[in-house]
Each structure stands twice: as structure tokens, then as C-alpha cells.
């Protein structure tokens, strides 16, 4: 198994080999840079709920770390709030806040789609360049 390996990196379709060797390596690092963002956006949806009823108690803006995605959207909403504005004005801030958390979340998902298209074409490429 690990001649035929190295025969197809060093044979004549190696260039499609090391071209699908990129490929996957690109997807990898863009799973790992997911999946370390989404660890990092991990909220205790309970603490967070009872924090911004504090806050809007108080009349203050949430405090603490606002960072993650959930956090972000709802402190947008407190913010109005302790500003005195009415339930509209605090809805349309956190649907604003949710548009940028949603870009935020999304964001170099759509490579997953692309690299697998590319991976596909290369791979055909590769077997119809084997046939010729």
C-alpha cells in the first residue's frame, strides 16, 4: 500500500496529487479554525439571561465578557435598555447585533463548499489524465 502511495506522488499525475494534497490541507486548517472559534463562543445561556436582567434592573449595560456571538447580540439589546430606549428600538439593535454575529459565525464557512467542488475537478481531472 505504501508503494502504490509513493508511486502516485511521484508518478506522471504527481501534480494532481500534491494539488489534492493542498486542497485538503487549506480545508483542514479551516475546519481547526472553526472549530477553535466555536469553542470560543461558548456562553452559559442561563448566567447570560441572569446577568442582563441585572443589568437591565440596574439600568447599566451588561458587563462582563461580550465577545461570543449570543453575548454580543444580547448586550446590544441591555444597552438600549439602560439607555432608556422603548422595547422597539431595543429589538432592532439586537436584530442588528444578530446580523453581525450571524456574518461573524459564517465566515469562512463558505470555503468548505468551494474546496470541495475544486477537490472534485482536480480528482476527475487526475483520473481522466490517468486514462489518456
Sequence with gaps: MLASL???????????MYALLA????????????AWSFARYDVDPDALLARA????ARGEPLGGDTSAPAA????????????GSPPDTCWDAMTAA??????????????LSMIASVATMIGL???????I
Design 6 to 16: 509513493v508511486a502516485a506522488f511521484s508518478g506522471p499525475a504527481a501534480a494532481f
Design 98 to 111: 444578530a446580523i453581525e454575529a450571524d456574518l461573524q459565525v459564517r465566515q469562512r464557512v463558505g470555503y
Design 53 to 56: 436582567r441585572d443589568a437591565v
Design 72 to 83: 454580543h447580540v444580547v448586550a446590544a439589546g441591555v444597552a438600549q435598555a439602560a439607555a
Design 125 to 131: 481531472f487526475g483520473t481522466v489524465y490517468g486514462l
Design 23 to 34: 486542497v485538503a490541507a487549506f480545508a483542514l486548517a479551516v475546519v481547526v479554525e472553526r
